[in-house]
């Protein structure tokens, strides 16, 4: 009889389980956006949160000052940048409201659910893109008010106004936020995801084909370094009586009228 022989393969242990292949999945956004969107929100949160007392005014002025030059940034990357991250398809998202409007209004009349269910999957991506519309909308009105402000240009229904469109731009990341995690869990999908990742799981080729991540970490660099910069330039002592106000490339102090001072 021959004797048998077989390769010398390595030998897997007992329990180990068996190496997966990664899940399918491709690029849906792109670095720079995803910068964009975590330093916009982390700067609107820091400025709510240190809208109130004098001890943080000047930390909630800068990140004010970030959130308009984030704005700006976004608007000319939405003007110059890949098709994908075009404001113009924004813009064409939103100008396919009435007609979904008109369709789902004769899907009802029709009680076609086919149609509906169509329908209802555009209303969905509809209501993501009107939000975030609303949010970059919100942007200036709230930045514009918050400077009046801080430099004394109006009364106090300028700091009345100014908290009314803080309190409305809060309402809108809300919905935003209730919007994602509700439609999340109606499509069984993380719609978070692709701000985390840049991916969605799935088959198919990428919808952005360059990552762009220098592009996203020049982004952050310069956001820190405006924040170093304003850091070095901000007062370091304040003598009480007197208010710090600080602004790009300026900073200077202003102490209150005293009695004194009026009979002068």
Do not use: C
């Given at each position: 009889?021959?004797?048998?022989?077989?390769?010398?393969?390595?030998?897997?242990?007992?329990?180990?389980?068996?190496?997966?292949?990664?899940?399918?999945?491709?690029?849906?956004?792109?670095?720079?956006?995803?910068?964009?969107?975590?330093?916009?929100?982390?700067?609107?949160?820091?400025?709510?949160?240190?809208?109130?007392?004098?001890?943080?005014?000047?930390?909630?002025?800068?990140?004010?000052?970030?959130?308009?030059?984030?704005?700006?940034w976004r608007v000319l990357y939405g003007l110059v940048g890949p098709r994908h991250v075009r404001?113009?398809?924004?813009?064409?998202?939103?100008?396919?409201?009435?007609?979904?409007?008109?369709?789902?209004?004769?899907?009802?009349?029709?009680?076609?659910?086919?149609?509906?269910?169509?329908?209802?999957?555009?209303?969905?991506?509809?209501?993501?893109?009107?939000?975030?519309?609303?949010?970059?909308?919100?942007?200036?009105?709230?930045?514009?008010?918050?400077?009046?402000?801080?430099?004394?240009?109006?009364?106090?229904?300028?700091?009345?106004?100014?908290?009314?469109?803080?309190?409305?731009?809060?309402?809108?990341v809300l919905a935003h936020l209730g919007l994602l995690a509700t439609l999340s869990v109606w499509?069984?999908?993380?719609?978070?995801?692709?701000?985390?990742?840049?991916?969605?799981?799935?088959?198919?080729?990428?919808?952005?084909?360059?990552?762009?991540?220098?592009?996203?970490?020049?982004?952050?660099?310069?956001?820190?370094?405006?924040?170093?910069?304003?850091?070095?330039?901000?007062?370091?002592?304040?003598?009480?009586?007197?208010?710090?106000?600080?602004?790009?490339?300026?900073?200077?102090?202003?102490?209150?009228?005293?009695?004194?001072?009026?009979?002068?």
């Amino acid at each position: 009889m021959f004797a048998t022989t077989r390769p010398n393969t390595p030998e897997r242990a007992p329990g180990a389980a068996e190496a997966t292949p990664p899940s399918p999945s491709r690029r849906v956004t792109d670095a720079p956006t995803r910068a964009f969107h975590w330093l916009f929100a982390l700067s609107f949160v820091g400025a709510y949160l240190t809208a109130d007392g004098e001890r943080w005014r000047l930390v909630h002025v800068v990140l004010g000052y970030t959130m308009a030059g984030l704005l700006g940034w976004r608007v000319l990357y939405g003007l110059v940048g890949p098709r994908h991250v075009r404001l113009a398809a924004l813009a064409r998202k939103l100008a396919a409201g009435p007609a979904w409007a008109r369709a789902t209004l004769q899907a009802l009349r029709a009680g076609d659910g086919n149609a509906l269910a169509g329908a209802g999957r555009q209303g969905q991506n509809l209501a993501l893109a009107g939000v975030v519309a609303a949010l970059l909308l919100a942007v200036p009105p709230l930045v514009i008010s918050g400077v009046a402000t801080f430099h004394d240009w109006g009364g106090e229904w300028l700091e009345e106004v100014h908290e009314l469109f803080g309190n409305g731009m809060l309402a809108l990341v809300l919905a935003h936020l209730g919007l994602l995690a509700t439609l999340s869990v109606w499509r069984r999908q993380n719609l978070a995801r692709p701000m985390l990742t840049g991916r969605v799981a799935g088959r198919g080729p990428d919808l952005v084909t360059r990552n762009h991540g220098g592009l996203a970490l020049l982004l952050v660099l310069a956001v820190l370094a405006y924040w170093g910069w304003e850091w070095q330039h901000a007062p370091q002592a304040v003598e009480p009586g007197i208010r710090a106000t600080s602004g790009p490339g300026i900073t200077l102090t202003t102490r209150p009228r005293s009695h004194d001072d009026e009979d002068d």
